[in-house]
Every structure is written in C-alpha cells, then in structure tokens.
C-alpha cells in the first residue's frame, strides 16, 4: 500500500506560482514513477507532468509548455509541482498518483494504482 496526501493548493490571480507537494507513505521503495493528473468541473481527469523514481526522466502534457515542473526528492519521500504563470483555465483539483508498475506510458491513467485525495488551486482572473 502507498498513500499519498497533497497539499499546497489555494485560491492566486492570474499569473502567480504555486508549489504543490505530495508526500508519499508506505511502500514508496515500490514506486517506478509519481504522476500529477487534474480535474477541472464536468471534465475529465487529465494527466499534467510525471516523473520516474530516479528522477532522471520527467513527462509533461503538451499544454504545461514550460509552466510547470516536477520534482521528487526521495529521502523525504515528496514529489512537487513547481507551478508559475497560472491562469484561470488551471483551475481544477490537483491529484497525486503513484505507480508500481513499470509502464510505457506515464500519462495515462491506467499505469497508476494509488491516489491521493486531490488539492484544490483556483485561479482568479
């Protein structure tokens, strides 16, 4: 079992930053990859950046376009994502997922089996 909590979320205006942090617990040394996924009202959970145990490869969806960046730090079990420039379309709640499978494909949501609980970022205009 992993459990993973997050936190760091709130209410900014466009064009602030914010640091979301997810702490992982349990089975961590399990993990091959951390992903951060999104879900904005009436869509669909999408996937935004992900990044392997090693931290030597990271994955990012097509519209972070530099806004956005992970990063983990293994001893204390935390992975972040480094967010700059939001605007109000990057609002959503923010989900911390865990894989312990390796997979091909860490944007989907299928290569993950645990989640957190989500924090919420709004972004005013």
């Known amino acids: 079992q992993v459990q993973l909590v997050e936190s760091g979320g709130g209410l900014v205006q466009a064009g602030a930053s914010l640091r979301l942090s997810c702490a992982a617990s349990?089975?961590?040394?399990?993990?091959?990859?951390m992903g951060w996924f999104r879900q904005a009202p009436g869509k669909e959970r999408e996937f935004v950046a992900a990044?392997?145990?090693?931290?030597?490869?990271?994955h990012y969806a097509d519209f972070v376009k530099g806004r956005l960046t992970v990063s983990g730090d293994n001893a204390k079990n935390t992975v972040y994502l480094q967010m700059t420039g939001l605007k109000p379309e990057d609002t959503a709640v923010y989900y911390c997922?865990?894989?312990?499978?390796?997979?091909?494909?860490?944007?989907?949501?299928?290569?993950?089996?645990?989640w957190g609980q989500g924090t919420q970022v709004t972004v005013s205009s």
């Open positions: 990044i392997t145990r090693s931290g030597s490869s990271t």
């Open positions: 349990g089975r961590t040394f399990s993990c091959y990859a």
């Open positions: 997922a865990a894989a312990i499978w390796p997979s091909s494909s860490y944007s989907e949501r299928a290569a993950y089996q645990y």
